[in-house]
Nanobody, 127 residues
Framework: QLQLVESGGGLVQPGGSLRLSCVTS????????IAWFRQAPGKEREAVSC????????NYADSVKGRFTISRDNAKNTVYLQMNSLKPEDTAVYYC????????????????????WGQGTQVTVSS
């Protein structure tokens, strides 16, 4: 059974950093590109970042470019999201998602490509 488990969320002050992890099980990380999404209260889930199977392609939402970095360690079946210079507007539940071997990178970077979701991890940026 394919599973994704996020961790690393928490409460941080504006300007601080967090690193989120998404650990996959039931499939090799080489199975699919992986994407991070977030959902703030009262808002729709939005794409944050995605990374290809090999890690040679990444994509970021304009709102996080230059502050967030996505990476993957296939040997550990883990994808990371390093978040720096956090802002209150980054407050949300963060989810990682996976598609299938047939999901294109472009589709994976949008919510339409996701077939499997993690349970989410809360990130709160507040002073």
């Amino acid at each position: 059974q394919l599973q994704l488990v996020e961790s690393g969320g928490g409460l941080v002050q504006p300007g601080g950093s967090l690193r989120l992890s998404c650990v996959t099980s039931g499939f090799s990380l080489g199975y699919s590109a992986i994407a991070w999404f977030r959902q703030a209260p009262g808002k729709e889930r939005e794409a944050v970042s995605c990374i290809s199977v090999s890690g040679d392609r990444t994509n970021y939402a304009d709102s996080v470019k230059g502050r967030f970095t996505i990476s993957r360690d296939n040997a550990k079946n883990t994808v990371y999201l390093q978040m720096n210079s956090l802002k209150p507007e980054d407050t949300a539940v963060y989810y990682c998602g996976a598609g299938s071997p047939f999901t294109t990178f472009q589709a994976m970077c949008s919510i339409t490509g996701v077939r499997f979701w993690g349970q989410g991890t809360q990130v709160t940026v507040s002073s």
